[in-house]
T-cell receptor, first 113, second 111 residues
Framework: KQEVTQIPAALSVPEGENLVLNCSFT??????LQWFRQDPGKGLTSLLL?????REQTSGRLNASLDKSSGRSTLYIAASQPGDSATYLC????????????FGTGTRLTVIP | SQTIHQWPATLVQPVGSPLSLECTVE??????LYWYRQAAGRGLQLLFY??????ISSEVPQNLSASRPQDRQFILSSKKLLLSDSGFYLC??????????FGQGTRLTVV
């Protein structure tokens, strides 16, 4: 069964710093990987989606990479801002079964002004 | 554009009471619909998914059930809530596209 792990579980950085969040998965038979943001008590907002055939995707200050063969993805946030504070979740969509999403437990990011 | 509605936002229910959470999607047809639960300190756990009206698949045996009476309506229910049913419940949808979209969630506290 697919297992998704995110490291670190929590991260605090001063404003302006660049940072990297890590996601690893055990089964490389995936369609895509999606990064989400979750604010406290709220639903998930999709940030970036990388197809299994892609290596990276960029949106503004966010850049996500995917190394499918090694089961790893990173989310790079440039010039962090206090508004970036949230929990970041990665999820992989399986090729097998009902193509469901498997989530990591998230990284809670705090950007200190 | 597509939107997803989930209600209520918060709910406090006594043990043994029934539950009904509703999720509706607008702007799309025949979506795949999902119910997830997020317990404190844990990741999202897939509870149910549906690929069409009346078609429900359960991922985890539990005290809950799901129904899809209409194409864009997904309901999560329980006849008798347990303390362990407390958590944050999220509805999501996906159509022929590759991306999943989530509702704003329901915080359920069973007391």
């Amino acid at each position: 069964k697919q297992e998704v792990t995110q490291i670190p579980a929590a991260l605090s950085v001063p404003e302006g710093e660049n940072l990297v969040l890590n996601c690893s998965f055990t089964d490389s038979a995936i369609y895509n990987l999606q990064w989400f943001r979750q604010d406290p008590g709220k639903g998930l907002t999709s940030l970036l989606l990388i197809q299994s055939s892609q290596r990276e995707q960029t949106s503004g200050r966010l850049n996500a990479s995917l190394d499918k063969s090694s089961g790893r993805s990173t989310l790079y946030i440039a010039a962090s801002q206090p508004g970036d504070s949230a929990t970041y979740l990665c999820a992989v969509r399986q090729q097998t079964g009902a193509n469901n999403l498997f989530f990591g437990t998230g990284t809670r990011l705090t950007v200190i002004p | 554009s597509q939107t997803i509605h989930q209600w209520p936002a918060t709910l406090v229910q006594p043990v043994g009471s029934p539950l009904s959470l509703e999720c509706t999607v607008e702007g799309t047809s025949n979506p795949n619909l999902y119910w997830y639960r997020q317990a404190a300190g844990r990741g999202l756990q897939l509870l149910f998914y549906s690929v069409g009206i009346g078609q429900i698949s359960s991922e985890v045996p539990q005290n809950l059930s799901a129904s899809r009476p209409q194409d864009r309506q997904f309901i999560l229910s329980s006849k008798k809530l347990l303390l362990s049913d407390s958590g944050f419940y999220l509805c999501a949808w996906r159509d022929g596209t590759i991306e999943a979209f989530f509702g704003q969630g329901t915080r359920l506290t069973v007391v």
